[in-house]
Nanobody, 120 residues
Framework: QVQLVESGGDSVQTGGSLRLSCGVS????????MGWFRQAPGKEREGLAR????????YYGDSVKGRFIISQDSAKNTVYLQMNNLKPEDTAMYYC?????????????WGQGTQVTVSS
């Protein structure tokens, strides 16, 4: 079965950076559309970044464009999310996900999440 394990979440101050990791088993990241989304209390799920399988396209949410970067290490079968210039509104649970297609509205599988807290 596909499993995704996020790590790297932490508490940081405004303007800080974090690099989240997502170890994947049961699926090959290079052969799938992979992405990250977050969920904050009282808010709906927000897609952050998505890499289409084959590397033909990469998409970012408007709120994080220019600050977050999605990448992967095929040898480690791991997906990353580099987050820079963090803001308090970035506080949320962050999830790594596999999508059936790059255009899918909802993730096919996701992990347990990792908490990111940004203080003023």
């Amino acid at each position: 079965q596909v499993q995704l394990v996020e790590s790297g979440g932490d508490s940081v101050q405004t303007g800080g950076s974090l690099r989240l990791s997502c170890g994947v088993s049961g699926a090959t990241v290079s052969a799938n559309s992979m992405g990250w989304f977050r969920q904050a209390p009282g808010k709906e799920r927000e897609g952050l970044a998505r890499r289409c399988r084959g590397g033909d396209a990469t998409y970012y949410g408007d709120s994080v464009k220019g600050r977050f970067i999605i990448s992967q290490d095929s040898a480690k079968n791991t997906v990353y999310l580099q987050m820079n210039n963090l803001k308090p509104e970035d506080t949320a649970m962050y999830y790594c996900a596999v999508y059936s297609t790059c255009a899918a509205s909802y993730p096919q599988k996701w992990g347990q999440g990792t908490q990111v807290t940004v203080s003023s």
